[in-house]
């Protein structure tokens, strides 16, 4: 009779098992598919005649590879990147199995680059959504996803970071940070937890080169679980707004004011009629501390919190008011587009009437009306145009234009660049 091995040992040349991925990756990949979608390029004027066939070249299609993941396999909903299927008029989803699937778009959020398709298709697999707030920097995850079109790959790493934001110049932004491999083609694929549940929709690289360098982020899958129930419900993503015009205060008037050195220095300078923040009590002169217990030290971090606040939810918002600590409860609501006669704060800009952007991942605001007469500014501008920037300071809202204005000097010269179609100019007021 053999030797019984004791407990917690393996018998003699026996091997022990390898620690692998590939039991919780058999259950995941099938869940993970292929994207391309297809955008058809104009014919050219020119071209030379084909042997048999007319006096024109044939239209091509350009052909975006990315990555996608099934989240319900019942309603075969696949979320994606909105840069992957950005202008496609046709999109195909390509399973794991190698089936190509017709796929419709419900619905795309440009401010969170994240997008909803969906296919008809029998036989489909879909991924559990974690609580990606349980995250924690250190935790494993692996990125799954089709790099450089070559076919499916999986990559492993760990969080390196949470709640990244500044990456982009516009739209809402908390992204993971991982150091697991994301590769071009794999945006719109799946970052998973070792349980094989999905944590986040890969997005971006960090790459001065072009080539990974390991650092990585991914749309937490809260974010992408929230767009996704707006964009069945509604069509659209719906903003939540609370009602302030804030501005960042220098570390001279920080120090003025007693602020501790790396607190937060948003100064609360107006507050919207009827706005969850006036409701709740929020005073011009606050300073606010966090929003929902996340510190906050900067009006955009503030702003891409609150951009992320579901509508009909309430937040608690800390402010400091004459060094006493306050913590305020606000109903959030959407967000109603803001319109600004800029001439009722600085007579130079007279004439022009500016609007906030309809879409939410534009930067800058709108001109949308404009009497060439009232001033020279309003005459070198056209309906249309968009205000980047005063005295390099960036705007995304009328809020911010206000907040410049009453902020600037009497008498400041005011640098202001603008974009028209695509093309950037600046204006220099005196």
Do not use: C
């Not at 040349?13 to 990756?25: D, E, I, V």
């Not at 964009?231 to 205060?249: P, W």
């Amino acid at each position: 009779m053999a030797p019984s091995a004791s407990a917690g040992q393996w018998p003699q040349g026996a091997q022990s098992p390898q620690p692998s991925l590939a039991p919780m990756l058999e259950k995941v990949t099938p869940a993970v598919v292929n994207i391309s979608s297809e955008q058809p390029i104009a014919r050219p004027h020119g071209g030379f005649p084909s042997p048999g066939g007319p006096f024109a070249p044939p239209e091509r299609a350009a052909r975006s590879l990315g990555s996608g993941v099934i989240v319900d396999a019942a309603n075969g909903y696949v979320l994606t990147n909105h840069h992957v299927i950005r202008n496609g008029q046709s999109i195909t989803v390509t399973l794991q199995d190698g089936r190509d699937l017709n796929a419709s778009v419900i619905g795309s959020d440009p401010a969170t680059d994240l997008a909803l398709l969906r296919v008809n298709a029998s036989g489909l697999q879909a991924l559990p959504l974690a609580d990606s707030s349980e995250l924690r920097v250190g935790d494993y995850v692996v990125a799954v996803g089709n790099p450089f079109g070559l076919g499916q790959a999986a990559t492993s790493g760990i969080v390196s970071a949470i709640d990244r934001s500044g990456l982009q110049k516009s739209g809402y932004q908390s992204f993971i940070q991982t150091d697991a491999s994301i590769n071009p083609g794999s945006s719109g694929g799946a970052l998973v937890d070792l349980r094989g549940e999905l944590v986040g929709i890969n997005t971006m690289i960090y790459t001065p080169s072009g080539g990974n360098v390991g650092i990585g982020f991914a749309v937490p899958s809260d974010v992408a679980a929230s767009v996704m129930q707006d964009l069945l419900e509604h069509g659209k993503v719906r903003r939540g707004n609370l009602g302030l015009d804030t501005f960042d205060l220098s570390a001279r008037q920080a120090r003025s004011m007693n602020l501790p050195n790396g607190s937060s220095r948003i100064a609360v300078t107006g507050v919207q009629p009827q706005s969850p923040a006036q409701k709740a009590g929020v005073q011009t002169g606050d300073i606010v501390l966090a929003l929902n217990g996340k510190a906050v030290r900067t009006a955009n971090e503030l702003r891409n919190l609150e951009g992320l606040l579901p509508l009909g939810s309430t937040a608690t918002l800390a402010v400091q008011r004459d060094g006493k600590q306050h913590t305020l409860s606000l109903e959030v609501t959407a967000a109603e587009r803001q319109r600004l006669h800029a001439g009722e704060l600085d007579k130079r800009l007279n004439g022009i009437g500016l609007s906030d952007p309809g879409d939410t991942s534009q930067s800058g605001v709108t001109i949308t009306s404009l009497y060439p007469e009232r001033s020279a500014a309003a005459a070198r501008l056209r309906q249309g145009d968009v205000l980047l920037s005063i005295n390099h300071a960036p705007v995304s809202r009328v809020g911010d234009v206000r907040t410049l204005l009453k902020n600037a000097q009497l008498g400041q010269q005011l640098l202001l660049s603008f974009s028209r179609k695509n093309r950037q100019f600046y204006l220099l007021l005196n």
